[in-house]
């Protein structure tokens, strides 16, 4: 076993004895809500880490079946009074089991696929294939569906300079990478970004040379994969530096679950890396440094998803909600269920599809009750799941956005001369 998963086990079973089992966590949860079983919830699952860890109880199936049943969403530590890091009793879980627990969750097929979705060609291959051919995970179905027609390929490698006439505030460096299918299916998102940035006075960096951030691989289990990835990345970055001199933010294209992960790095590495304080949301960065140009109306009734991990990890909702609210004319209709995972991650779907369903049938009935326009969604994984529900469950008029693309319209709307066709 290596050091790092022995620190991991040795931090997950102290982080158990933290909790004093009150019950806080459990209306947070989205698998309690749908089950209402004990060993659903994160107290149910800490209690069973703990009996784990500690012997007194074996790898059973229906031990390993509520474990696998975590979303990983994170909304307990949120409401935790103890401060209970819930994620390292998780991924103590992980890391005492090995690939046991992996291979209950996920079978050889998705193992497989995700090592073979780190090459950019396959990438192209699997979206053109996946809308049409069968066994295809419906979760890869829905990048394909929410395919954007713009090429990542156009923009990777690119320096973009401060749009005409506005005053340069710094130099950010976009995470994005075509060894991702995310970035490969939602391409627009970056296009949006970087008129978005480069209008408010920033050079952006593209680099080509990024790989995957790492959290589908930390979210199975598998530490020596995220490992190198974060280290891959890091050297990236200081490459990029060397080349330009200081970066001031490293800016994540809303993408929560990516953002957690690049949070994550000075731990995976065990040393201080030196930019965790510049990983920030694009609407975040916005936020903080004030908003340039003229926003024009739009006029739309929206609701929102929060993304998990912007909310519970980057705790980056807030200032995206302080942005889009700047914008004319748009009406926000509050979702109750907001702040719940809505079961997107790590192909929840395919692995738990009746699960999945009763975590998301509260919200198709509160949407249908506001009748939105548009569902806001903070989340690359997110937008490929609700682009399978709104065609599954009968919401086509439903339109899906992301922040930035809200802002980015409300730009083109606005009297920005020169915006929509910097790129």
Request: one cysteine or more; a positive charge.
């Given at each position: 076993?290596?050091d790092y998963?022995?620190?991991v086990?040795?931090?997950?079973?102290n982080?158990?004895?933290?909790?004093v089992?009150?019950?806080?966590?459990?209306?947070?949860?989205?698998?309690?809500?749908?089950?209402?079983?004990?060993?659903?919830?994160?107290?149910?699952?800490?209690?069973?880490?703990?009996?784990?860890?500690?012997?007194?109880?074996?790898p059973?199936?229906?031990l390993?079946?509520?474990?696998?049943?975590?979303?990983?969403?994170?909304?307990?530590?949120?409401?935790?009074?103890?401060?209970?890091?819930?994620?390292?009793?998780?991924?103590?879980?992980?890391?005492?089991?090995?690939?046991?627990?992996?291979?209950y969750?996920?079978?050889?097929?998705?193992?497989?696929?995700?090592?073979?979705?780190?090459?950019?060609?396959?990438?192209?291959?699997?979206l053109s294939?996946?809308?049409?051919?069968?066994?295809?995970?419906?979760?890869?179905?829905?990048?394909?569906?929410?395919?954007?027609?713009?090429?990542?390929?156009?923009?990777l490698?690119?320096?973009?300079?401060?749009?005409p006439?506005?005053?340069?505030?710094?130099?950010?460096?976009?995470?994005?990478t075509?060894?991702?299918?995310?970035?490969?299916?939602?391409?627009?998102?970056?296009?949006a970004?970087?008129?978005?940035?480069?209008?408010?006075?920033?050079?952006?960096i593209?680099?080509?040379e990024?790989?995957?951030c790492?959290?589908?691989?930390?979210?199975?289990?598998?530490?020596?994969?995220?490992?190198?990835?974060?280290?891959?990345?890091?050297?990236?970055?200081?490459m990029?530096?060397?080349?330009?001199?200081?970066?001031?933010?490293?800016?994540i294209?809303?993408?929560?679950?990516?953002?957690?992960?690049?949070?994550?790095?000075?731990?995976?590495?065990?040393?201080?890396?030196?930019?965790k304080?510049?990983?920030?949301?694009?609407?975040?960065?916005?936020?903080?440094?004030?908003?340039?140009?003229d926003?024009?109306?739009v006029?739309?009734?929206?609701?929102?998803?929060?993304?998990?991990?912007?909310?519970?990890?980057?705790?980056?909702?807030?200032?995206?909600i302080?942005?889009?609210?700047?914008?004319?004319?748009?009406?926000?209709?509050?979702?109750?269920?907001?702040?719940?995972?809505?079961?997107?991650?790590?192909?929840?779907?395919?692995?738990?599809?009746?699960?999945?369903?009763?975590?998301?049938?509260?919200?198709?009935?509160?949407?249908?009750?506001?009748?939105?326009?548009?569902?806001?969604?903070e989340?690359?994984?997110?937008?490929?799941?609700?682009?399978?529900?709104?065609?599954?469950?009968?919401?086509?008029?439903?339109?899906?956005?992301?922040?930035?693309?809200?802002?980015?319209?409300?730009?083109?709307?606005?009297?920005?001369?020169?915006?929509?066709?910097?790129?």
């Amino acid at each position: 076993m290596s050091d790092y998963r022995k620190l991991v086990i040795e931090e997950g079973l102290n982080e158990t004895y933290k909790c004093v089992h009150c019950g806080f966590c459990l209306p947070t949860c989205p698998t309690y809500r749908a089950t209402w079983d004990e060993a659903d919830s994160p107290r149910g699952r800490i209690y069973l880490v703990k009996a784990l860890l500690t012997g007194r109880v074996k790898p059973t199936e229906s031990l390993l079946e509520h474990l696998d049943r975590c979303v990983i969403c994170r909304r307990c530590e949120t409401a935790c009074p103890s401060g209970v890091v819930y994620s390292k009793i998780i991924e103590a879980a992980y890391a005492y089991l090995g690939d046991e627990l992996t291979k209950y969750g996920y079978p050889w097929y998705v193992r497989i696929g995700f090592k073979l979705l780190e090459n950019p060609i396959v990438i192209k291959l699997a979206l053109s294939a996946s809308s049409s051919l069968p066994g295809i995970p419906e979760h890869m179905r829905g990048f394909a569906r929410s395919r954007d027609k713009e090429r990542l390929d156009d923009v990777l490698g690119r320096v973009f300079k401060p749009q005409p006439n506005r005053p340069t505030r710094g130099r950010v460096i976009l995470f994005v990478t075509n060894s991702c299918v995310a970035w490969q299916s939602h391409t627009h998102l970056v296009y949006a970004t970087i008129r978005v940035l480069t209008w408010n006075g920033f050079e952006v960096i593209v680099p080509r040379e990024f790989r995957c951030c790492g959290a589908p691989y930390m979210h199975m289990g598998r530490f020596n994969e995220a490992i190198e990835l974060a280290r891959h990345n890091i050297d990236v970055i200081n490459m990029y530096m060397n080349r330009y001199g200081d970066i001031d933010y490293i800016v994540i294209p809303d993408s929560g679950g990516c953002q957690a992960q690049w949070l994550e790095y000075e731990k995976l590495l065990n040393t201080k890396v030196g930019f965790k304080q510049k990983v920030v949301n694009t609407l975040q960065l916005l936020d903080k440094v004030g908003l340039f140009g003229d926003l024009g109306p739009v006029k739309m009734r929206v609701s929102i998803q929060h993304s998990c991990h912007l909310m519970n990890v980057a705790k980056a909702h807030d200032a995206v909600i302080r942005v889009i609210s700047k914008i004319p004319g748009l009406e926000i209709r509050g979702l109750e269920t907001a702040d719940i995972c809505c079961g997107a991650g790590m192909m929840y779907p395919d692995r738990h599809p009746d699960l999945a369903d009763k975590i998301i049938r509260p919200k198709i009935e509160e949407l249908r009750k506001l009748r939105s326009d548009a569902l806001i969604l903070e989340s690359v994984t997110c937008k490929a799941h609700w682009t399978n529900i709104v065609r599954n469950y009968g919401l086509d008029n439903l339109r899906l956005i992301y922040p930035t693309e809200l802002l980015d319209l409300s730009y083109l709307n606005g009297d920005n001369p020169g915006y929509a066709n910097y790129i």
